[in-house]
């Protein structure tokens, strides 16, 4: 009777030559444990060191979940930035900050190059590029353009306390920038009868895929830290066959309040293999930057 079925059955003893054999066995057996245990072990610490690996990962990644809605500002120029896990971002804040001093001061008369003429100018500026819009869209400036404006879902990245979008009668008009909450406080919001301020970064706009009939960014891409990001979010919030309305200064030059210089090149890298497609695509001498060389502005069809 085999031995195996002597272990299973405890009423049977072992034939004293069966006993023998189990026991060379059972040496036979340490010994081949003995020999394997650096190479066991060695493998149990590659496991240990992996799953240690897996773990920072998976809080990595939860991590970067966290982080990728972005910073926003809550309250007036004595406010901060705060990211999503609500703690404080004293980066962003500093950023903001200097975006926001800009702005109360641009808008008392300060700005360094318009002074009191600031904010005719500006005004003139965002009724011009709808204008160019009809143009582009070959629609009559007057009526035209505001019979197709009142069909249109739009929302502005990026538009500061006077945005575009501001300049025209929308169905429904959404200006989505970090500083809302700020421009709204300190009283520097404009224009923005029937428009609905969302205090958001353009990396995580807080809105539904497929909302959007007109996407509208005005020198915005260079202000953000992660621009594939939002022409991703731009894109997945236009409806299909939506519009992106862009205009971008062309620059080396970078700084904590403009982190991603563009050039023509890396802005076709950042919108063609997202799926875009031009419909309209120039620059010329000019920009809103002193440090730029051109502005280019583009009509983009998702």
Known sequence: MPAVDHIANNNHAPHPHEQADSGLRGLLKSAIRRALRPAVWDLQQEVTRLEGSVAELRQAVQLAAIRTGGAVWRGGFDGAAFGPDGNLDQVATAKYRDELSYWIAAIGGRDPGLGDRFIVTFHTWQRTRLNELADRLKLNRGSAMDDWCRLQDVVEIGGGPIPCCGFRSFRTALAVDPLADGYVTAGLAQRTAGVTHIAACG??????????????????????????????????????????????????????????????????????????????????EGASHPMAKKQLRALLRR
């Open 203 to 284: 990396e995580a706009i807080p809105l539904t895929s497929a909302s959007a009939d007109l996407v509208i960014s005005e020198n915005c891409l260079d202000h953000t830290d992660d621009p594939s990001r939002v022409i991703a979010e731009i894109h997945r919030i236009l409806k299909p066959g939506g519009l992106l309305w862009l205009l971008v200064d062309l620059m080396d030059y970078t700084d904590h309040m403009h982190p991603s210089p563009m050039s023509e090149s890396r802005l076709d890298n950042l919108v063609l293999p997202r799926g875009f497609t031009y419909e309209y695509k120039d620059s010329w």
